[in-house]
């Protein structure tokens, strides 16, 4: 049974320390400025040199106790941990922002004073020589991330071209980085992208009075169109009526010459018969009457006729004497 606790609680503790082991490979050094004349300035207005560390997993680690150093010194493997503690800065305890979330950010400032805060160490970097800077566990033995920093100019930086690439990069002054992602993409507005491409404007100006005067210009080719139309509608409209004049005389012409032309053959054969003539002048007429009415208005004229039907007194006959 010992044998068995002792077998499983050398197992526990190897896995957590595996698990921890990579963990701590998450963090990282990601961006150094060696030489700050106009950058990032500290809580007390100063300017000074920073490292930038970054958590690139999703994991949230605190990095509190461990190490920074700039002192090659310390990669002796035969140097006794005390020795190399007193040559590394230690990150402080107590201090919230230690703990990284998972793709955060921490900076600390070199070549300051820890008085002046949890943040500031005590790390030397010097801008004119080549600098190693190194991190490593709480342990002072094991090295997580190191980077050899070139010399650089005033207010650039040393970084990597992505959070945890194994690619390093010199940033210029205006790409710079601090407690933030490296990789940034920056999206141009339409604002300030029409301010770069057309700064006095002039472009803009044509484009928008090019549209106002098209827009008149079809407003003046519709309305043109409609009055046209509707002049066209007015005169169709107008010429309706003489044409169903000309046709009512023109009929009325032709009843008249068919009632001439009857007449005249009864008179000329001495047969006057009144029944036929009647009989061809009501013809005449109720065909007058037809043709005239195909070309009325439709409009129908009711005339009432008062009648005594409904009269109450001679419906009272029970009353008249």
Request: aromatic share 8%; proline share 4%; glycine share 6%.
């Amino acid at each position: 049974m010992n044998k068995f606790s002792l077998l499983l609680g050398t197992l526990l503790l190897a896995g957590s320390s595996l698990m921890h082991a990579q963990i701590e490979q998450s963090i990282k050094i990601n961006e150094v400025m060696t030489s700050n004349t106009a950058n990032l300035q500290d809580e007390y207005g100063q300017r000074e040199a920073w490292i930038e560390i970054a958590n690139v997993s999703f994991t949230t680690y605190n990095i509190r106790g461990m190490f920074i150093t700039t002192d090659r010194s310390v990669l002796d493997p035969t140097m006794s941990v005390p020795e190399r503690m007193k040559r590394m800065s230690a990150i402080p305890n107590g201090e919230p922002r230690t703990s990284l979330g998972g793709r955060q950010h921490l900076l600390l400032y070199c070549n300051s004073l820890s008085s002046k805060g949890s943040l500031h160490l005590s790390v030397k970097i010097d801008p004119e020589q080549p600098t190693w800077v190194g991190i490593y566990s709480g342990n002072a033995t094991e090295l997580i991330d190191s980077v050899t920093v070139p010399v650089i100019a005033a207010n650039t930086s040393y970084a990597r071209q992505k959070d945890g690439s194994a690619t390093w990069v010199v940033k210029k002054a205006d790409q710079v980085t601090p407690g933030i992602s490296n990789l940034t993409d920056v999206v141009e507005t339409k604002t300030a992208k029409l301010k770069r491409e057309d700064p006095h404007g002039f472009g803009i100006t044509v484009l928008a009075m090019g549209i106002v005067f098209f827009c008149l210009a079809l407003l003046f080719v519709f309305f043109t169109l409609f009055g046209i139309f509707m002049r066209h509608r007015s005169t169709v409209a107008k010429m309706q009526p003489v044409k169903a004049g000309v046709k009512t005389v023109e009929k009325t012409k032709e009843i008249g010459h068919k009632t001439n032309v009857i007449l005249q053959d009864g008179l000329k054969t001495k047969g006057i018969d009144k029944e036929v003539y009647m009989a061809v002048i009501a013809m005449a007429l109720k065909q007058y009457q037809d043709n005239v009415h195909d070309v009325e208005s439709g409009v129908i004229t009711i005339k009432p006729k008062n009648t005594d039907w409904n009269m109450e007194l001679p419906q009272m006959t029970q009353f008249h004497e």
